[in-house]
């Protein structure tokens, strides 16, 4: 009788995993269409047709960093510099090292109207520099190695040798898992706490306070990087790497993660 | 025939060892023996040199002016050998005669250094200047050779400028130019005194500009002239060529000339004295001389930017006034055979800055440059001079095919205009060949035989056309949860294992505590091995029970009091009891009632009850529990 009530329970199982991969399948195959279409309207010079495509692709694979790469080359085409920027420095976050994002993510910033001057301090430059070279996971699976490392060479001495665990390897790796920690807490800062964002529209005032009443600061023009500070209502604080700042209308800027 | 083998193989290292970049410095004379303010020219030439060369600096050669005068550099290839090779060339000038020994000239090449090899001068005197020698060795205390070695304390030059019985002019002869034009900058010495030049105290401060200094005439041209009613000899004392590179305003200081004076000024028979004399002598032994220091003033000069009207594309900043001609080697080729043309663009200009005529990309051929010769020389007051371009063009195809004509463009400042020179053009007949011209692998390595890459345009990268497959962030999230997961497991292990050690080391240093502690653990352990022998019915498993209750207890209790096993009595084990839970403790009873029950039914013959047996562990229990209670 059990042996019964367990077989049927193996194929049940079996059958529920072929539906489920059947599905995954079928899913595949039609974001491959999309995006093979969406590449043919390109091909094609139809760019409106293929950033749509694109855009629908990204709603079922928001983690393509081609994906992204596509979407902006084709706002490039269009002229639309913001939005090319903004998918550049999407698909830039997914895969932080590739080589064509940069260069197109550059070369359409060298193509911007206002010009930016970074006055930030030469380390935070390197930092921001360094960091951007990583992913997100990138970062936490380093730091999760990293202790794995550290604790199971303790285990591992603990239980098959004797004594504690004080040799100078076991210290370089507590190193490195400090240095992983702060690379992690930096991640996290500079993800989440220092959010960048692009500017969409061609002319954006920027004010002293978050209202079209409040005086403006200064103008800035699409495509620029800013920092998000805060956010109050429909408004936005934002920071130059100039170190000028001010309030927006959120609905001018997008962010790039989120 | 192994002697030839070997010859020949070692002739062939010798060539390729040049072949392969054998760099060799040398320098030569074309002369050993001159006059005084005779020209001896001076050549430095390094072959096997690759990439670009500066031109070396000559070291001061005491007694001597030097002037470099320009560098032709020579590429050749022949039957697959190959060789090049870079001339500097200088113009020394003696000033004094006797023996000198130029000694070797450090030349750097590629980062490493050569030094040449020593040049012997014999310089004689000048007949003309026979008296001034006889004056200069009386004026000096020196031995009777003449030696110029001797070191004679000077009196500090005198900056006197309101002398007006000596002064030095700077001129230039124009003051509006254009960039890279020559203006002539000429030093005139106005004097009634008894002088002579000893040179330059401080250099001119010329930035910005390109010089070219005149060589000293022989025979200094002087003339007496009039000034603001005084009677001066006028002498021309140094001549400078000198090129602005871009247009701005200039003030040209033109640094100090020192002299030397006889003390007083004679009224008349001065300027009887200086027609006879060379204007660099003066004075006889016994005369008292003080030695000037003579400031010009500053010049001003205006350098204009080129007019942008009618400017050529190809014009590439050069001034002056030149002719161009062309000419190629053969009209009748093969098909991937070299064919040379040479250029030739001459004139009067700043010759250095000439650029070869900008070739376009050719279909038809391969194009590489091979050879360029400067030569400057000076034709009056004006820098001129020739230069030489070798370029060799490879046919591709057959057939006839066009060299095209190509321009050069300059601005001619005398008539501020723009001029365009062009070669003619060349038809070559090519014939097909099957054989491929291949370059000497020497020569394709070098810098000058390759193409830069030129970026014609930008734009941005193309789409990618194939979607990534999603295991990488099904990768990074299962990676992640597997590791904190492993990593979860691994602390809780890590604090076992720590907890484990700590307790290690606490019974390394207290054993009694080991003992109390792993006490009720080990009773247990023994207690649960009882279960089967409790409920046997065999006197014997009986017996052994009961043996091993009482043995557990004992056990248990040396344990818990650090007590020995063996050879505990009741008495001792009253006496603990007794201790510790006080003689009319019901537990104390029990305990000792339980260690009789042992004793007595270990060697009972006849089958126990099973209820003793119960009984007997319970009382074990109930002694484990208290006393765990009191004592830990």
Known sequence: MKSCLNFKKVVLGGVVMMLVMQAGFVWAAEAMSSFDEANQSYRDGNYEEAARLYTRTLEENPDSGNLYYNLGNAYFRLNKLGLAILNYEKALHRSPRDADIRYNLNYARGLLEYKVEDKRNWYMKAVEAFLQYFRWEEVILGTLISYLLVVGSWVFVLFFANGLPWGWGRKALIVLFLISLIFLGAKNIERNMMRDAIVLEKNVSVHYGPSSADQVAFQMGEGLKVYVMDRREKWSRILLASGESGWVPSSQISEVVG | ?632
């Open chain 2, 1 to 632: 025939m192994k002697i030839l083998l070997f010859s020949t193989v070692m002739f062939l290292s010798v060539a390729l060892g040049l072949e392969a970049g054998e760099v060799v410095v040398t320098a030569s004379a074309d002369r050993n023996s001159a006059k005084v303010s005779d020209e001896i020219h001076l050549t430095i030439r390094i072959e096997g040199a690759q990439g670009s060369l500066q031109a070396p600096r000559l070291p001061g050669f005491d007694g001597f002016d030097t002037f470099y005068t320009g560098r032709s550099s020579q590429i050749s290839f022949v039957n697959g050998r190959s060789s090049s090779s870079v001339e500097f060339s200088y113009v020394l000038v003696p000033q004094k005669p006797g023996r000198f020994t130029l000694k070797g000239i450090e030349v750097q090449v590629e980062g490493r250094a050569y030094t040449t090899g020593p040049i012997n001068l014999e310089i004689v005197e000048d007949a003309n200047q026979v008296s001034r020698t006889q004056t200069q060795t009386a004026s000096y205390t020196s031995a009777s050779t003449g030696s110029s070695q001797q070191t004679i304390q000077e009196p500090e030059p005198v900056f006197a400028p309101g002398d007006e019985n000596i002064f030095v002019k700077a001129t230039v002869d124009k003051t509006t130019i254009f960039p890279n034009e020559q203006v002539l900058l000429t030093y005139s010495l106005y004097t009634r005194y008894d002088t002579r030049y000893e040179g330059f105290e401080e250099e001119p401060g010329v930035s910005g500009f390109w010089i070219e200094e005149f060589p000293p005439e022989r025979e200094v041209k002087r003339e007496t002239v009039r000034v603001g009613g005084m009677r001066y000899v006028k002498a021309e004392i140094k001549k400078l060529a000198l090129f602005p590179t871009t247009a701005a305003d200039y003030t040209i200081s033109p640094g100090k000339i020192k002299v030397s004076i006889r003390q007083e000024p004679r009224a008349t028979s001065i300027f009887d004295e200086f027609f006879n004399d060379s204007f660099f002598t003066g004075g006889g032994f016994f005369a008292r001389r003080e030695n000037r220091l003579l400031e010009p003033p500053p010049i001003a000069l205006k350098v204009v930017p080129f007019p942008s009207r009618g400017k050529p594309e190809d014009f590439k900043g050069t001034v002056g006034n030149f002719r161009m001609s062309a000419s190629i080697d053969k009209a009748t080729v093969k098909q991937d055979e070299p064919v040379t043309m040479t250029l030739v663009i001459e004139g009067e200009g700043n010759i250095e800055t000439l650029h070869k005529p900008d070739i376009p990309e050719l279909d038809e051929f391969k194009v590489y440059d091979a050879d360029t010769a400067s030569n400057l020389y000076k034709s009056g007051d004006v820098i001129a001079g020739k230069k030489t371009f070798e370029v060799v063009f490879i046919p591709v195809k057959a057939g006839n095919i066009r060299i095209p004509k190509l321009s050069f463009s300059y601005f001619n400042p005398r008539l501020e205009t723009y001029q365009t020179l062009y070669t003619p053009e060349f038809v070559l007949n090519v014939t097909p060949s099957e054989t491929k011209f291949k370059l000497p692998v020497a020569l394709s390595e070098k810098d000058e035989f390759k193409k830069q890459i030129k970026v014609e345009g930008r734009d941005i990268h193309y789409i990618r056309e194939r979607m990534p497959p999603r295991d990488i962030n099904v990768f990074y999230r299962g990676a992640i949860q597997g590791i904190l997961f492993a990593n979860i497991l691994l602390t809780l292990l890590l604090g076992v294992g720590l907890f484990r050690d700590h307790q290690e080391r606490l019974y390394a240093r207290d054993n009694a505590l080991r003992r109390r502690r792993r006490a009720k653990a080990f009773a247990e352990s023994r207690m649960r091995r009882l279960k089967s022998l409790m409920h046997s019915k065999d006197p014997e498993k009986s017996n052994r029970y009961f043996d091993e209750i009482g043995k557990i207890l004992t056990q248990y209790l040396a344990d818990k009091f650090g007590l020995s096993v063996h050879g505990m009595t009741e008495y001792d084990l009253e006496r603990t009891l007794t201790d510790t839970f006080g003689s009319e403790d019901p537990l104390s009873k029990e305990i000792l009632e339980l260690h009789q029950i042992c004793e007595e039914s270990r060697f009972a013959k006849a089958q126990v009850s099973e209820s003793l047996k119960q009984r007997a562990m319970k009382i074990l229990r109930e002694t484990i529990q208290r006393v765990e209670k009191t004592r830990r």
